[in-house]
């Protein structure tokens, strides 16, 4: 321990820039992984505060809801069943204020359920964040493909679809607007896989958000640079720690033949690696975290200190195997040729 801290202070500038890397290796990743959730929150809040269950589609629909179509009398069937089930349908689209203003909405319609607002007809219920584009209690809104108006009689917080607003609206104006009878979707919370019905296709809440296009492809994408960099910092601590090592191959041998054990060497350098990769994790974690609050209302960001905390303990994991890798070495490593090749 000791010798850890002596070293440390011995070459400060050189153990700096390695925790100036991890430092800046680690805050990216946890700005692309609130950016990853906020645009997940973004893309699909409306499936996501569901509770864990079952979606069901039509089989012919080929896993994608647009196209989807539940029979009436399976609807009943499962609605009866299942008191707490709800059918509902979801269709992107648009309406216009009192000032012509076009805004772009997810339309969506349900069955009565807790899980849903229960809306009237010739009424409409909007996410909030409607709200700040200047719509109000009372706002007579319309559709071209409505005859009347909606009546604007409430807004719901976090409640987007595919990056849009959601507007909640009765089952008959979503008929008049669309042009269909049966509901898309059937949702049984707390259902499991082993539940079929004839003619439908079960998804999990995971499964299902994977079905839309738009939010696996975006997912995968920053995902996939999240675990990139992960990667990156822990061949940063092998290659670090293997020229540190390299450079030491002479002094380890001098200890070694004073007797200083194998094991002690690798405790040196697991120490170096924590004490880094604690302070850069730590200077990482308060700015992500203060970054998360201070972030303008519309940025799609969003970032749980559990998943901050989650990301550090990988970090840390990396770069213990990284460090423990590159110090495959100094057990290699023959006290005499060591100290020979030191003086050499």
Not at 23 to 42: C, E, K
Not at 190 to 199: I, V, W
Request: proline letters at 3%; aromatic letters at 12%; a negative charge.
């Amino acid at each position: 321990m000791k010798m850890a801290w002596k070293e440390m202070k011995k070459n400060k500038a050189r153990f700096l820039i390695l925790g100036s890397i991890v430092f800046l290796i680690s805050f990216l990743t946890f700005i692309i992984s609130g950016l990853a959730n906020g645009l997940s929150q973004d893309n699909a809040a409306l499936i996501k505060d569901l509770p864990d269950g079952q979606f069901y589609l039509n089989k012919d629909a080929d896993q994608n809801y647009t196209f989807s179509r539940i029979d009436h009398v399976i609807q009943t069937e499962l609605l009866n069943e299942h008191p707490d089930a709800v059918a509902f349908s979801m269709q992107m689209g648009f309406l216009h204020d009192e000032a012509e203003k076009q805004q772009s909405v997810a339309f969506v319609t349900a069955t009565d359920s807790k899980w849903f607002p229960k809306v009237n007809k010739g009424e409409v219920i909007l996410d909030r964040s409607l709200e700040d584009e200047g719509m109000k209690i009372g706002d007579h809104l319309t559709n071209p493909q409505f005859s009347g108006h909606l009546t604007v009689k409430g807004f719901v917080d976090q409640k987007k679809f595919s990056h849009a607003p959601v507007a909640f609206i009765h089952k008959e104006d979503f008929q008049e607007m669309y042009r269909v009878d049966e509901m898309q979707l059937v949702f049984l919370p707390e259902a499991d896989s082993s539940q079929e019905y004839t003619g439908l296709e079960s998804f999990s809440n995971s499964e299902f958000l994977n079905t839309i296009a738009s939010y696996k492809a975006e997912q995968m994408s920053l995902n996939m640079i999240v675990w990139f960099l992960v990667v990156i910092s822990g061949l940063l601590f092998a290659i670090f720690f293997y020229m540190m090592n390299v450079q030491k191959l002479g002094l380890y041998g001098i200890l070694k033949a004073i007797g200083m054990k194998t094991s002690s060497l690798f405790n040196m350098m697991w120490t170096q690696m924590v004490v880094i990769t604690a302070i850069a994790l730590t200077l990482a974690t308060a700015l992500s975290q203060i970054f998360n609050r201070l972030a303008p209302s519309g940025m799609p960001f969003h970032l749980p200190l559990n998943t901050t905390i989650f990301l550090s303990v990988i970090f840390l994991l990396i770069g213990f195997i990284g460090a423990t890798v590159s110090g495959i070495q100094i057990k290699k490593v023959q006290p005499l040729q060591a100290i020979q090749q030191g003086e050499m």
